[in-house]
């Protein structure tokens, strides 16, 4: 008896996505810095749509998308080294920036699938930071919201082998079934 092939999709996982912020030292070269404690990752692409009605949609509306507005929701738990008492330079960047006003309030962030699939971005966007706050039991998490602010683009992922594909721990070759 043999083995029957292994299935041409696989389900993927949440927690597939990696975030990093460009902190650079030298302008125009980036340091792309992981953010660490992602606990919950929610990239979100908005279309903008316009109606409209034309004589020759005889009586039906058409739609034209006019705008794309892009966000992350994401969940982080707030890290700090214990030995040198300061909070993850990733993690205190956002924070600074979303108390900032002009150029200071931008950052710059990419993120990307670390087994390898081409689904990464890139783009600048302002930060919103909220504590969660909770009682004496709950660790210390920290809703962030970006919102882009100009386009999002498809980046090549940095992780990826060209012809490989990676899913949880396991590498085939593109096409490989």
Request: charged letters at 20%; hydrophobic letters at 35%.
């Given at each position: 008896?043999?083995?029957?092939?292994?299935?041409?999709?696989?389900?993927l996982l949440a927690r597939r996505y990696r975030l990093e912020l460009d902190m650079p030292t030298v302008p125009g070269?980036?340091?792309?810095?992981?953010?660490?404690?992602?606990?919950?990752?929610?990239?979100?692409?908005?279309?903008?749509?316009?109606?409209?009605?034309?004589?020759?949609?005889?009586?039906?509306?058409?739609?034209?998308?006019?705008?794309?507005?892009?966000?992350?929701?994401?969940?982080?738990?707030?890290?700090?080294?214990?030995?040198?008492?300061?909070?993850?330079?990733?993690?205190?960047?956002?924070?600074?920036?979303?108390?900032?006003?002009?150029?200071?309030?931008?950052?710059?962030?990419?993120?990307?699938?670390?087994?390898?699939?081409?689904?990464?971005?890139?783009?600048?966007?302002?930060?919103?930071?909220?504590?969660?706050?909770?009682?004496?039991?709950?660790?210390?998490?920290?809703?962030?919201?970006?919102?882009?602010?100009g386009p999002l683009t498809a980046i090549t992922n940095p992780v990826a082998t060209p012809g490989l594909l990676s899913?949880?721990?396991?590498?085939?070759?593109?096409?490989?079934?």
């Amino acid at each position: 008896m043999s083995t029957p092939p292994p299935p041409d999709d696989v389900t993927l996982l949440a927690r597939r996505y990696r975030l990093e912020l460009d902190m650079p030292t030298v302008p125009g070269t980036p340091v792309w810095t992981l953010v660490p404690g992602v606990s919950e990752f929610a990239p979100k692409i908005e279309p903008t749509a316009q109606e409209l009605n034309l004589y020759d949609g005889e009586g039906y509306p058409e739609q034209v998308v006019t705008m794309l507005k892009w966000s992350i929701e994401t969940t982080v738990a707030h890290r700090a080294n214990p030995t040198t008492l300061k909070f993850s330079s990733a993690q205190e960047a956002l924070r600074k920036a979303s108390m900032s006003f002009g150029a200071a309030s931008y950052v710059r962030v990419r993120w990307f699938d670390r087994t390898g699939l081409p689904d990464a971005y890139e783009g600048r966007a302002i930060v919103q930071w909220e504590p969660d706050g909770g009682d004496a039991a709950e660790v210390d998490t920290v809703k962030i919201t970006l919102t882009g602010s100009g386009p999002l683009t498809a980046i090549t992922n940095p992780v990826a082998t060209p012809g490989l594909l990676s899913v949880e721990g396991k590498t085939a070759k593109a096409g490989d079934s």
